[in-house]
C-alpha cells in the first residue's frame, strides 16, 4: 500500500507540475529569471523594460570596471545588445541579441539568455561556453 500512495503521489506531482507555459507574465512589468525573461521574449517579441543596451548605460553613468549599474539606474539589467557567436555554438545566419539573467546589482555575471530575432532562445550559465535551447524560434 505504501508503494502505491508513493506512485500515486510521484503521478499527480508529475501531472500538475508547472511548466515555464504555466507562468503568468504581464507586458510593461521587470523580469529577471531565464523562464520568465525567456517567456516575456517568446510572447512579446521583446525584452522587459527593466532591460537597458550598454550605450544607453554607459549614457546614464554606468561603469562596468565599477559595477554601477544599480547606482546610476532604478534597478536595470543589460539586455538588447548584437551578440556576435564568435564561439560558433550557434546556428549560423541569424541575427542575435542577449540580455543578463539573475542580476542583481554589483558586476555582471555569467547568465544569459540569448536570443534571435527570428525566435530561437538559448541560456548560457557559463558565459557562452554552452547553450541549452530554451525556445525554438520561426
Not at 554601477?68 to 557567436?85: A, H, K, P, Q
Request: proline share 3%.
Amino acid at each position: 500500500m505504501i508503494k502505491f500512495k508513493k506512485l500515486l503521489l510521484l503521478v499527480l506531482v508529475l501531472l500538475t507540475a508547472c511548466t515555464k507555459e504555466d507562468l503568468k507574465l504581464e507586458p510593461n512589468k521587470t523580469y529577471s529569471t531565464k523562464e520568465e525573461v525567456a517567456l516575456y521574449i517568446h510572447l512579446y517579441d521583446e525584452l522587459p523594460p527593466n532591460y537597458l543596451t550598454k550605450d544607453e548605460a554607459n549614457a546614464l553613468g554606468w561603469d562596468a570596471e565599477k559595477g554601477n549599474l544599480w547606482e546610476v539606474t532604478d534597478e536595470m539589467s543589460i539586455g538588447g545588445d548584437r551578440f556576435s557567436n564568435r564561439e560558433g555554438l550557434l546556428p549560423e545566419d541569424r541575427t542575435y541579441f542577449e540580455c543578463d539573467i539573475d542580476y542583481q546589482g554589483g558586476y555582471r555575471g555569467a547568465k544569459r539568455l540569448v536570443y534571435s530575432d527570428d525566435g530561437w532562445i538559448y541560456y548560457t550559465a557559463d558565459h557562452y561556453d554552452s547553450f541549452e535551447l530554451l525556445y525554438e524560434g520561426d
